[in-house]
C-alpha cells in the first residue's frame, strides 16, 4: 500500500503485481505498454504491473494512493468476466466513480497496513478488495478503448481457484527450483491442465510467472540492498548470472548494473502523507 507524492520515473519499471491507483489530488500521466493515459483527481484505476509502465509526467500538487494486488487476490475477485483477461493483455481500467469517502479510505488504509498490527492490515485489505469489487456497480473504461463498460448484471465468472492454488504455490517457493510438475501437485491438477488453465487465465506460462517473480524480487533488492549482483541472482532464484543478467535485461532493457546505478541516481521519493485527511481534498 501507499500514500504519497511520487517522484518521476526516469525509466519503466515493473512488478509482479496488479497496480491500484487512485489520484487524491494533481494528475499523472503514465506511458504504459501499448497506450498512454493521464489519470485526474477523483480517478481510481487498476493495470497489471507486469508488463513496463512509467509515470513520466505529473501535476506539482499530485498525491495518488493504492497499493500492489498479488495475483492471488485478483484472481478472487469478483469481477466481470471480462477485466481480469483484459487487464492481464495490457489493458487499464478506469473509473471516475468515485465519492469524498475514498481519499479518506486510501489514506486510512495505506495507515493501517503500516501500523505493525496484523489486524489492522488484514482490515485495509478486505476493505480494499471490497472497494475494488464495487467498481462493476459503475461505469468504467479499458483504455486504450475508451468507451464505457456498464456492469452486464448476471451470475459471476469466477476465476479458477485453480490458479489461486498456482499462484499461491509460486509466491512461496519462486526462489526454489520449481517446475510445472511440482505447481501441479500443489494445485492437485495434471501439469498440462495448470499450464493450460493459467495460461488462459493470465496470458503467461507458468515459467513467465516464476520469472517475472523472480525479477520482481531482484528489482526490490537492487534498489534497497548492497548485496552483489551474483548475490542477488542467486537470492531471487536464478541458477547462474548469465541467466540473471538475460532476463533482466529483456524485461529493462539495461543490465542489473545499470538499474542500479540509474534508480540510485534518481531524486529521492518526497516524503508520504502519514495521516488521513479530516476531509476530501480539494
Keep these: 500500500?501507499?500514500?504519497?507524492?511520487?517522484?518521476?520515473?526516469?525509466?519503466?519499471?515493473?512488478?509482479?503485481?496488479?497496480?491500484?491507483?487512485?489520484?487524491?489530488?494533481?494528475?499523472?500521466?503514465?506511458?504504459?505498454?501499448?497506450?498512454?493515459?493521464?489519470?485526474?483527481?477523483?480517478?481510481?484505476a487498476l493495470f497489471w504491473g507486469g508488463l513496463p509502465h512509467w509515470l513520466d509526467d505529473a501535476s506539482d500538487d499530485l498525491i495518488y494512493a493504492g497499493g500492489?494486488?498479488?495475483?492471488?487476490h485478483f484472481f478472487r475477485l469478483r469481477l466481470p468476466s471480462d477485466v481480469q483477461a483484459r487487464l492481464m493483455q495490457g489493458a487499464t481500467l478506469v473509473t471516475q466513480a468515485t465519492d469524498g469517502a475514498d481519499p479518506i479510505n486510501f489514506a486510512r488504509w495505506h495507515l493501517y497496513t503500516r501500523s505493525g498490527d496484523p489486524m489492522k492490515a488484514s482490515l485495509a485489505v478486505d476493505e480494499l478488495l471490497l472497494r475494488i469489487e464495487r467498481i462493476r456497480f459503475s461505469p468504467y473504461s479499458l483504455l486504450p478503448d475508451s468507451r464505457p463498460v456498464a456492469?452486464?448484471?448476471?451470475?459471476?465468472?469466477?476465476?479458477?481457484?485453480?490458479?489461486?492454488?498456482?499462484?499461491?504455490?509460486?509466491?512461496?517457493?519462486?526462489?526454489?527450483?520449481?517446475?510445472?510438475?511440482?505447481?501441479?501437485?500443489?494445485?492437485?491438477?495434471?501439469?498440462?491442465?495448470?499450464?493450460?488453465?493459467?495460461?488462459?487465465?493470465?496470458?503467461?506460462?507458468?515459467?513467465d510467472y516464476i520469472n517475472l517473480m523472480r525479477l520482481s524480487y531482484a528489482q526490490a533488492m537492487l534498489m534497497h540492498d548492497d548485496a552483489s549482483v551474483l548475490a542477488i541472482a542467486m537470492e531471487s532464484g536464478f541458477g547462474s548470472l548469465s541467466a540473471f543478467n538475460k532476463s533482466f535485461r529483456k524485461v529493462a532493457g539495461?543490465?542489473?548494473?545499470?538499474?542500479?546505478?540509474?534508480?540510485?541516481?534518481?531524486?529521492?521519493?518526497?516524503?508520504a502523507v502519514q495521516s488521513a485527511p479530516d476531509r476530501p481534498y480539494n
Aim: include cysteine.
Design 151 to 207: 456492469d452486464a448484471g448476471g451470475l459471476d465468472h469466477h476465476a479458477s481457484p485453480i490458479v489461486v492454488r498456482i499462484c499461491e504455490y509460486i509466491a512461496d517457493n519462486f526462489r526454489e527450483d520449481i517446475d510445472s510438475v511440482d505447481i501441479a501437485v500443489a494445485a492437485d491438477v495434471h501439469p498440462k491442465y495448470a499450464m493450460t488453465v493459467f495460461k488462459k487465465s493470465t496470458g503467461m506460462t507458468l515459467n
Design 254 to 271: 539495461m543490465s542489473p548494473s545499470d538499474f542500479r546505478r540509474d534508480v540510485r541516481g534518481r531524486p529521492a521519493v518526497q516524503m
Design 68 to 72: 500492489h494486488l498479488p495475483l492471488v
Design 1 to 44: 500500500m501507499f500514500h504519497t507524492s511520487p517522484a518521476i520515473m526516469r525509466a519503466p519499471h515493473w512488478h509482479a503485481q496488479v497496480e491500484v491507483n487512485y489520484i487524491s489530488r494533481g494528475w499523472a500521466h503514465y506511458n504504459m505498454s501499448g497506450h498512454e493515459v493521464t489519470f485526474t483527481e477523483g480517478d481510481l
